[in-house]
């Protein structure tokens, strides 16, 4: 330990309130004058405590409110008014105001005379008549946007309210529900494994309650599975073991056509394993893998372009690009991949 540390030891148990408490007033007055010398802007004091006791005047006595009114009237009375810096003359300045000439009136309407037909059917006209005609001439500011394309749009009268009714809104009409899926899974799984000739498109979509080890079983199924064409697992909370699962198949089937897993949580590593896998599947014709739970990547998308440039069996490809990049070489090898289809077809 250095010698000033040792020096310091000595103070560290003092009581410093103790040592303030036996100071006199007049100690305490001098050091105050000290610690105003060392600290002119009582940095080192809280902000709260900055402002120096300044009330040494002995108080005079209890408030009256009525005697301070008084004295700050009499005050007031007695202060010297201010005098004016530039002194009023009441010379005006400045342009006078002068209005404006009275705008002229607007010419008076010209009568229009009709023929004797015209005025006898304008002045039996239904309010709903009167509301298709104005439709028909163009006058759309007479009436609302319903009113006016309903008169344009149709040849009946279908204003029935007339040109000053009340703007409605249009009717609620409720979409039902979309029922669920009646798939049941554990037949569909049975008949998968027996390799039912039946069974040709397997369609799980919108089943959320579906156990990932059943979707890799469906998918250990249809590995050896000859008779299924379209494979739909849309919205079944597939994640990246059941893309796994699904890559493995398509190394092994040869009969799948058609393959469907939008909406799911897919990330970029399970979506790379089975972009990787799609060039051992010839017979796979379609695949749709939009809406995936995060953004997939450019890597994601750069592969795809290049998945589609080496399978010429891929003809639809269901994905939103996000580059440019991507998207032009996606679409013109897809175009290609068409285009030698039409010829094999023709040949």
Excluded: W
């Excluded at 163009?138 to 009714?165: F, H, P, R, V, W």
């Amino acid at each position: 330990m250095t010698p000033y540390r040792q020096e310091l030891e000595k103070y560290r148990d003092i009581d410093e309130d103790k040592i303030l408490q036996e100071l006199s007033p007049e100690e305490l007055a001098q050091l105050d004058a000290e610690l105003a010398e060392m600290d002119p802007e009582n940095v080192l004091l809280p902000a709260g405590l900055r402002q120096r006791d300044q009330t040494h005047k002995s108080p005079t006595g209890p408030l009256d409110r009525d005697a301070l009114l008084q004295h700050l009237e009499r005050q007031a009375l007695e202060a010297e008014e201010r005098q004016d810096l530039v002194p009023f003359t009441g010379e005006k300045k400045g342009k006078p105001f002068v209005p404006k000439a009275a705008a002229p009136a607007l010419p008076r309407e010209e009568q229009v005379t009709l023929e004797p037909e015209l005025e006898e059917a304008l002045a039996n006209a239904t309010d709903a008549e009167m509301c298709d005609i104005a439709a028909i001439l163009g006058m759309y500011t007479l009436m609302s946007n319903k009113q006016y394309y309903d008169a344009i749009c149709s040849g009946n009268i279908c204003n029935t309210e007339g040109i000053n009714s009340v703007v409605q809104p249009d009717r609620y009409r409720p979409v039902p529900d979309e029922p669920p899926n009646p798939t049941d899974v554990a037949e569909t799984l049975r008949r998968l494994q027996d390799n039912d000739p039946e069974l040709q498109d397997v369609n799980l979509n919108n089943i959320k309650d579906i156990p990932v080890p059943t979707l890799e079983a469906i998918c250990g199924a249809i590995k050896t599975n000859t008779h299924v064409r379209s494979l739909s697992l849309v919205a079944t909370r597939s994640n990246d073991l059941v893309a796994n699962a699904v890559a493995e198949m398509l190394e092994q089937n040869q009969s799948l056509q058609s393959l469907n897993l939008e909406s799911n949580f897919i990330t970029s590593a399970g979506m790379l394993r089975l972009l990787g896998a799609l060039g051992r599947c010839h017979s796979l014709s379609e695949i749709r893998l939009d809406n995936q739970c995060q953004r997939l990547g450019d890597t994601v998308e750069m592969a795809m372009a290049a998945t589609l440039e080496q399978c010429p069996s891929l003809l639809r490809f269901g994905y939103t690009f996000t580059l440019q990049g991507p998207r032009a070489r996606a679409a013109a090898a897809l175009t290609r991949n068409n285009e030698l289809r039409r010829q094999q077809k023709k040949s």
